[in-house]
């Protein structure tokens, strides 16, 4: 299985960008990269996903280094409701299996 | 409201008493699948289920069955529920596409004591 590595935690500011980097070296062709969140006492939360490009929906964006074996969540502007466990993971084609690791803690400040 | 549901959301048994957590989607999803989360383990798969009647192992299935009846539907159940089995349990489901995003329910907290 493929595993991803992310720091344990960040902190960020209000209002200000923030960029969560995971590393995924032994990702395969079709592994998709996929983004989730974790608010305190909710279930995980999808936020992004993708393959080879990179991809922008309404919560984030999505930067997927060429050669696949990194990969970089944006925040464009942190907001508290963003203070959160983020975690990258890789979707597997066959048994569409998510892998988890344990996320980055991302702090808020106001 | 797209969403998957859990009942019970918490609750505390006894050893070997035999109980069953449900989980339902409105989505019409193919794909369902079973978590526990641990702390300083993540979230590991239980089972998970392709489609109505097919069912497979995740990475932790000792302990726990599933069925797969109805589309709609994906039982985990305890036959002889452990301590060890305490845990936070989450139902996810999504399409069979490979790039589409699970949705998860809000979590069911097991005791067993």
């Known amino acids: 299985d493929a595993k991803t590595t992310q720091p344990n935690s960040m902190e960020s500011n209000e209002e200000e960008p923030v960029h969560l980097p995971c590393n995924h070296s032994?990702?395969?062709?079709?592994?998709?990269i996929h983004w989730y969140r974790q608010l305190p006492s909710q279930g995980p939360e999808y936020v992004i996903h993708?393959?080879?490009?990179?991809v922008n929906n309404r919560m984030a964006s999505l930067a997927i280094a060429e050669d696949r074996k990194s990969s970089t969540l944006i925040l464009h502007r942190a907001t508290l409701r963003d203070a959160a466990v983020y975690y990258c993971?890789?979707?597997?084609?066959?048994?569409?299996?998510?892998?988890w690791g344990l996320g980055t803690s991302l702090a808020v400040n106001p | 409201e797209a969403q998957v549901t859990q009942n019970p959301r918490y609750l505390i048994t006894v050893t070997g008493k035999k109980l069953t957590v449900t989980c339902s989607q409105n989505m019409n999803h193919e794909y369902m699948s079973w978590y526990r989360q641990d702390p300083g383990l993540g979230l590991r798969q239980i089972y998970y289920s392709m489609n109505v009647e097919v069912t497979d192992k995740g990475d932790v299935p000792e302990g726990y069955k599933v069925s797969r009846k109805e589309k709609r539907n994906f039982p985990l159940i305890l036959e002889s529920p452990s301590p060890n089995q305490t845990s936070l349990y989450f139902c996810?489901?999504?399409?069979?596409?490979?790039?589409?995003?699970?949705?998860f329910g809000s979590g069911t907290r097991l005791t067993v004591v």
């Open positions: 032994t990702i395969s062709g079709t592994d998709y």
């Open positions: 996810a489901s999504s399409r069979l596409t490979t790039g589409d995003g699970y949705t």
């Open positions: 993971i890789l979707r597997e084609s066959g048994n569409r299996k998510l892998i």
């Open positions: 993708g393959l080879t490009s990179n």
